[in-house]
């Protein structure tokens, strides 16, 4: 299985802040890499596939870059409503695998 | 507008065998192009992908878990059905599924809310 490494696990910030969330995998997975946004008690919500591509209706302030093994979701200017945990998931090949999370937490 | 809704029991007994049912609505488990998976999430936990099952009846499973998973389609009823075997406390989460786009490379695009297991005696 290939593992899905993310830095931090936990992330405190201001409102305004630009943060950075790292995944790494074990092994290539290309650009197979989509970032989720969870909130307490709600699904996931995919934010940006094959690395780099906004989902539609997600806000431009998010961002996604990386190929092969190394990846990093940003958001430009954190906002109250980014408050969540996010997740990255590789589905390069089966059996798809997630990173642990990284919880944004305000500062 | 799509959805997916979970359903089955919210509790079992260890050993028993776990029934869900995922319903659509928007699209159906027969298009092309139409992949839907299990993704299930213990409580305080990371997600963890279980099975996907394709238009074409293409299924993969986690496997670590294979021997205890069984995922089918009715497309009579636009459902996707996950069976998991022998039950444990371990295996006490919320149980997610998802729609997969295939063709549009795009990773798991819908979900349903969730449904939550818990696995006691």
């Known amino acids: 299985d290939i593992q899905m490494t993310q830095s931090p696990s936990t992330l405190s910030a201001f409102v305004g802040d630009r943060v950075t969330i790292t995944c790494r995998a074990s092994q290539s997975v290309s650009n197979w890499l989509a970032w989720y946004q969870q909130k307490p008690g709600k699904a996931p919500k995919l934010l940006i596939s094959l690395a780099s591509n906004l989902e539609s209706g997600v806000p431009s302030r998010f961002s996604g870059s990386g190929s092969g093994t190394e990846f990093t979701l940003t958001i430009s200017s954190l906002q109250p409503d980014d408050f969540a945990t996010y997740y990255c998931q590789q589905y390069n090949v089966y059996p798809w695998t997630f990173g642990q999370g990284t919880k944004v937490e305000a500062k | 507008q799509i959805t997916l809704k979970e359903s089955g029991p919210t509790l079992v007994k260890p050993t028993q065998t776990l029934t869900l049912t995922c319903t659509l609505s928007?699209?159906?488990?027969?298009?092309?192009?139409?992949?839907v998976g299990w993704i299930r999430q213990p409580p305080g936990k990371a997600l963890e992908w279980l099975a996907v099952i394709y238009w074409d009846d293409d299924k993969r499973y986690s496997p670590s878990l294979k021997s205890r998973l069984t995922i089918t389609k009715d497309t009579s009823k636009n459902q996707v059905v996950l069976t998991m075997t022998n039950m444990d406390p371990v295996d006490t989460a919320t149980y997610y599924c998802?729609?997969?786009?295939?063709?549009?490379?795009?990773?798991?695009?819908?979900w349903g809310q969730g449904t939550l297991v818990t696995v006691s005696s």
């Open positions: 928007g699209l159906s488990v027969s298009t092309r192009g139409v992949g």
């Open positions: 998802a729609h997969r786009a295939y063709y549009d490379r795009s990773g798991l695009d819908y």
